[in-house]
């Protein structure tokens, strides 16, 4: 359930720089298609969902919503590496 939206996503012309863009659906996103859902935007998103990608540990987002059948969206953005700080 969780998806990359945008591997280059551009924040803006005036910088040079992209992000990475994750998509967390939960499971009744694709059964119930006139619903509306609260969303919630992250940084860091390298970290919510994949340990391959996270830089000390997955945070496991998407295992906690699916245990606590939360039906919300999530937006996650990448951090910006050596740029970050």
Do not use: C, K
């Not at 990475?20 to 998103?45: C, E, G, K, M, Q």
């Not at 039906?71 to 953005?77: A, F, R």
């Amino acid at each position: 359930q969780v998806y990359i939206l945008d591997s280059n996503f551009s924040m803006s012309p005036h910088f040079l720089r992209t992000r990475r863009i994750w998509l967390y659906l939960p499971r009744s996103y694709f059964v119930d298609t006139n619903r509306y859902y609260p969303v919630v935007y992250a940084h860091d998103a390298q970290n919510l969902f994949d340990s391959s990608t996270s830089f000390s540990g997955e945070w496991g987002i998407d295992e906690s919503l699916d245990n606590l059948s939360e039906d919300l969206i999530v937006v996650g953005i990448d951090n910006g590496g050596a740029d970050r700080l």
